[in-house]
């Protein structure tokens, strides 16, 4: 293009060398050599602006492509993760529960050895109820057609009756509990329950068997604080934000000491919204985590 | 190599606790030694340390993961049977398994009589390879005898041969 400029320029020159005698018409040459030179140059801008506005709108498609593309593969990757973590989640307590069973049937054990199985098993059947409620609420929630049914209800008999239940499936786990009485608020039951137990359940997950897990709920000011707290390893810094998010989990899918689908506090998140309440995580005294849902009233 | 009277040892390896008890229970009651470990490191150090006739192996492991530890095995020249006893049942991850050098795959959920079979048959012709590999000092077929000692074969025709 520039090429052709130049072209278009000599030819100019040379036309009008042609038609106009330089020594005879000074003035009218020199006037029309600068109109032909003016428009040289003009045409020289046009192309160079209109190549550098080509050029920077070609590099802002770029960078959206670049950006949607990482963020599509991103997800990718977590929602691979959840594949793969479902599965394993979905299909270890149907093996367990499966196994137990054809044991049962198999052999004639002792009665101890029975009940063992037993409550293996049942145990099993309620981590199996609890993942499922979590995948269909999180499916409901992404086609928007979750209907809560908020009630007066008291908080603190709910919550007593999921660290009961905890109590049962866990004998060997330690639960303090300083829950104060008749903290009535408005909410909706089958929610308030997932949030507890997937809170219960993190603080089972990630702390060792010997560690207690203290269970609070107390007022403060206008206030209720729900709080759950575990000794276990702890959250660092940088993890803390990310781990409300859907699909994330802190480490590598493939060789993690904890099984998980990533669900789990991205739902008590949504959860606390719902209510109108805030959910944070701090660290806890000498170790671990203590994940605090305060509800204003 | 284990007396005849000995039970046949198997290290399993499985991190969920419910399922592992369960495994080890029944494998107990079919007359196995089981030897436990819960991830991928302490699997690879038991091998090291001892010799099993068979290894159950789960794939999603603490620290290093059963397709690893199956690798490692048999880098290290150890044919050890390995089962491995997975969640992931695409034939992707069944190939992968058998070509890093398991033996066999099954998964989760598994039929019990089934697993009891397939440990029992690959103990069994581990057993019966390893009776072959280690003929005795002296192989003889027809009239003639190989002493494996000598290095050379004696024949009844008495020619030498050097």
């Known amino acids: ?297 | 190599m284990t007396a005849e009277n000995k039970k046949p040892s198997i290290l399993l390896v499985e991190d969920e606790e419910n399922l592992h008890e369960a495994l080890k229970l029944n494998l107990e009651l079919e007359g196995y030694e089981i030897t436990s470990v819960y991830d991928g490191s302490a699997a690879l150090k038991a091998i090291g340390d001892e010799y099993f006739d068979l290894i159950i192996l789960d794939v999603m492991l603490p620290e290093i993961d059963g397709i690893n530890v199956t690798e490692t095995v048999r880098l290290q020249n150890n044919e050890v049977p390995i089962l491995i006893l997975s969640a992931k049942n695409t034939s992707a991850d069944r190939v992968l398994g058998l070509k890093k050098g398991a033996d066999d795959y099954l998964t989760k959920p598994f039929n019990l009589e089934e697993l009891l079979l397939r440990v029992h048959k690959l103990i069994d012709k581990n057993k019966k390879m390893q009776d072959k590999e280690t003929i005795g000092d002296t192989y003889s077929f027809g009239n003639n005898v190989i002493d494996f000692k000598r290095r050379k074969p004696k024949l009844k025709m008495e020619k030498q041969y050097n």
Do not use: W
């Not at chain 1, 196994?99 to 198999?106: I, V, Y």
């Not at chain 1, 145990?123 to 269909?136: K, Q």
């Not at chain 1, 859907?246 to 993690?256: A, K, S, V």
């Open chain 1, 1 to 297: 293009m520039e090429k052709q400029n130049l072209q278009m320029r000599e030819f100019n020159t040379r036309q009008l060398n042609a038609t106009v005698d330089s020594l005879s018409s000074h003035e009218l040459y020199s006037n029309e050599l600068a109109k032909i030179n003016d428009d040289y140059r003009r045409g020289n801008i046009k192309f160079i602006s209109e190549g550098v506005t080509f050029f920077l709108l070609i590099l802002v498609g770029a960078a959206f492509v670049y950006r949607a593309a990482r963020r599509q593969f991103k997800f990718h990757r977590q929602q691979e993760n959840f594949m793969m973590a479902v599965t394993h989640e979905l299909k270890t307590p149907i093996s367990v529960a499966r196994l137990n069973l054809e044991t049962l049937q198999k052999y004639s054990l002792d009665p101890e050895k029975q009940k063992k199985l037993i409550r293996m098993t049942l145990a099993e059947t309620e981590r199996l109820n609890s993942l499922t409620n979590n995948i269909l609420f999180s499916s409901q929630l992404e086609a928007e057609r979750y209907k809560s049914d908020m009630e007066e209800l008291d908080l603190s008999d709910l919550f007593k009756d999921c660290v009961h239940q905890f109590q049962n499936r866990y004998p060997e786990r330690t639960f303090t509990t300083a829950i104060e009485i008749d903290m009535d608020i408005k909410g909706d039951i089958f929610l308030l329950q997932m949030l507890i137990n997937n809170l219960l359940e993190n603080a089972i997950k990630y702390s060792s068997k010997e560690k207690p897990i203290t269970c609070a709920l107390k007022k403060n000011n206008q206030t209720i604080l729900m709080s759950i707290a575990d000794e276990g390893e702890g959250i660092a810094d940088e993890e803390k934000p990310k781990i409300f998010e859907r699909f994330y989990r802190i480490g590598n899918e493939l060789t993690r000491k904890t099984q998980g689908t990533g669900l789990g506090l991205y739902l008590s998140k949504i959860i606390s919204q719902y209510h109108n309440a805030d959910i944070s995580v701090t660290n806890n005294i000498p170790a671990g985590s203590i994940f605090t849902v305060s509800f204003k009233i």
